[in-house]
């Protein structure tokens, strides 16, 4: 794979933006294949799957949407693993790291996704000039990595209290999403639970809903085995017993 990526790629100009490697560069380079067949930054975008959903409606338009998940698999997990090493060398990185964290109140994923989606504008910009990424400031002033560091350590270094803060509140969401998930399911085995029964016909009195197959054997006599397809319930010891269905307990949920 490292021949291949060199004799397809020999100026290596994707390894110069920072976070990106040789394996990395590899599979930008191959699944992007020809670069030129994306007209727009738009297009790219859209085809990395790393911008969010849209809903909209007349004149709304909602905010904070997930991700598409377009784009293929591999170059989303490269573009997340390149973001989290860029935004520590690469100052405008960092910007957009410490914008979402601080200002908008992601959480630190959220945060790397959107650095994601802005490396990924860099990796289709040097790949269609074919030229090396040079590191800049926030103002386009050219910068050494050395002093890249200094400024994203000066500038845009997260609190440690904002980062706690937004650990915080993503996980109440998790917890709030699971028990409403719970909720659900409990509303799904209730409502399948008032529907056993036979339908009505037309005219006729609904019949009372019946729920439960059970054995009738003697106490002394040992548990027999269920019957089989090609048995009758009498064969085997059990035999149909209507329950009337009630309306089971929130202990019995649990």
Same mark, same amino acid.
């Given at each position: ?9 020999? %100026? ?6 920072? =976070?990106? =490697? ?17 007209? %727009? ?14 809903? *909209? %409606? ?22 997340? @693993?390149?973001? +989290?090493? $860029? ?12 914008? *979402? ?12 996704? $959107?650095?994601?989606?802005? @490396? ?8 269609? +000039?074919?030229?090396?990424?040079? @590191? ?13 560091? +200094? ?27 699971? +028990? ?13 639970? $008032? ?60």
């Amino acid at each position: 794979i490292r021949g291949l990526y060199r004799a397809v790629h020999p %100026s290596r100009n994707l390894e110069s933006i920072p =976070g990106i =490697g040789e394996q990395s560069a590899s599979v930008f380079v191959f699944f992007v294949h020809d670069v030129k067949r994306f007209g %727009s930054q738009g297009e790219f975008r859209a085809w990395t799957g790393m911008i969010p959903r849209s809903s *909209q %409606s007349s004149n709304v338009e909602k905010k904070g949407l997930r991700l598409t998940q377009a784009g293929p698999s591999l170059v989303k997990a490269y573009a997340y @693993l390149c973001a +989290e090493s $860029a935004r520590r060398w690469d100052p405008q990185i960092a910007a957009i790291y410490y914008d *979402q964290m601080v200002n908008k109140g992601k959480h630190h994923t959220q945060a790397v996704c $959107a650095c994601a989606t802005h @490396l990924m504008d860099r990796v289709r910009t040097v790949l269609r +000039e074919d030229k090396p990424y040079e @590191l800049r400031d926030v103002d386009g002033r050219p910068v050494s990595k050395k002093e890249a560091r +200094e400024i994203i350590a000066q500038r845009y270094t997260v609190p440690d209290g904002v980062r706690q803060q937004t650990n915080q509140r993503a996980r109440k969401a998790r917890e709030e999403k699971r +028990e409403e998930d719970k909720e659900k399911r409990r509303s799904r085995r209730r409502t399948k639970g $008032a529907d056993v029964g036979t339908s009505p016909q037309p005219g006729q009195a609904s019949p009372p809903p019946y729920l439960c197959i059970l054995p009738q054997y003697p106490a002394s006599v040992k548990c027999p085995r269920p019957a089989r397809s090609h048995e009758s319930p009498a064969s085997t010891g059990y035999s149909v017993v209507k329950v009337p269905y009630k309306e089971p307990t929130p202990l019995d949920m649990t």
